[in-house]
């Protein structure tokens, strides 16, 4: 369970600066702007390659959806991207990945491509090819360097791969040595064009919890400012421990500002859990829909998975997920607040606002405890959840954001 000691030294500082105000809304005010950097921190992810590399496809694993959804990106075996096309995320809006038309044109100049096509307004570029890392790869890829933006070269359709080379090597297929090979060739070819450490993905839009996506992500992940990375980890989806818990760490880093948002705008003479209830039913909602066990994410996990929507549900037991109403997590907040009462004290010699609205720090601590309990049990809840769907491919591997082993393309010998 959650306990309001796990706030570090510099969260109590940072808490403490801010509610040193005598102006209550002043404080408020602050707290949510700090919250409005993370709610609306914009993330612009351009996609490029050649016509049938698998771009649209991408996009769409990368947004959770499937190629024949309302909200996918068109898909089909000829170039279907004539401009920029922008495809925001379906849960977080303000990470949108953008369709760029094809560079495989003989008349290909990649700093003209780049001009037609606003480099400045991307974060940074992914390059998919689905066969050879070939010259115009290359070409974009300097002319992104040289104009201060970062790319990341990416081998799509790698499970194809996988799956001619056992048909034709049969008892000799080894698919440890084919994606070996696939990592070297790769490397190589991209060094010997001019490309230093080139950072090259090997991915499965079809299997995202396969070969390199994960390392993808958490390389991306890794390269972010704060707000960028807040949203985009959050965007993850929940195929492994190690994105649950990514997400768990995320959403831990600002609880405190949440529930002090949420307690200091409604400190109001009146009974002793004095905090605003919407507020955080609203957040829990969130912290449901981030870990994927809300009733929408459970049914899109079903049909891509193909388990029962029974079964996954049951995998949820905690009460964050289980039961979520009005009267519920005031039931919640009021246990709470009486078990944690003897936190207020040691916040009183810390902060000496909330030492003058006594109601108001238990409100804090109770609701501070409650949010933090609910990022534990809902991110238990969701790896239970995963782990019944992908059954024995569920990684439970806790990984780093180190940079991932540089993986490659693959060609027929």
Known sequence: MANLQTLSEREVQEMSSLVQSNVMSEVVAQ???LLDKF???TLDIAVTGESGSGKSTFINAFRGLGDEEAESAPTGVTETTKQASVYPHPSYPTVRLWD???IGTPDFHPQL??????LERYDFFII????????NHVLLAQSIKSMGKKFYFVRSKIDSDINCCMLRRGNNFSEADVLQKIRDDCVNCLEEAGVGRPKVFLISCFEVHKFDFAKLQE?????????????FLLALPSFSSSYIEKKKQALSSIVWKTALSACLAAVLPGPLVNCNIQTLMETLTSYQQHFGVDHNSLFKLSTKTGRSYQELRSQVTSSYGVELSYQRVEELLKQA???????VGMLEGRIPFLGNIVNGGVSFVASYYLLKSAIDELAEDGKRVMK????????????????PEDPGFFYFD
């Open 31 to 33: 707290l949510q702007g």
């Open 39 to 41: 709610r609306t921190a």
């Open 100 to 102: 760029l038309p094809g």
């Open 113 to 118: 491509y780049l001009e037609k096509v606003n």
């Open 128 to 135: 998919i090819t689905s066969e050879r890392f070939k010259e």
């Open 219 to 231: 390389t991306l992940a890794s390269e972010l400012d704060s707000h960028k990375r807040h949203v």
């Open 337 to 343: 607040a009486v078990g944690q009462r003897w936190l």
């Open 388 to 403: 019944a769907a992908l059954q024995d491919e569920y990684d439970t591997t806790e990984t780093t954001m180190d940079e």
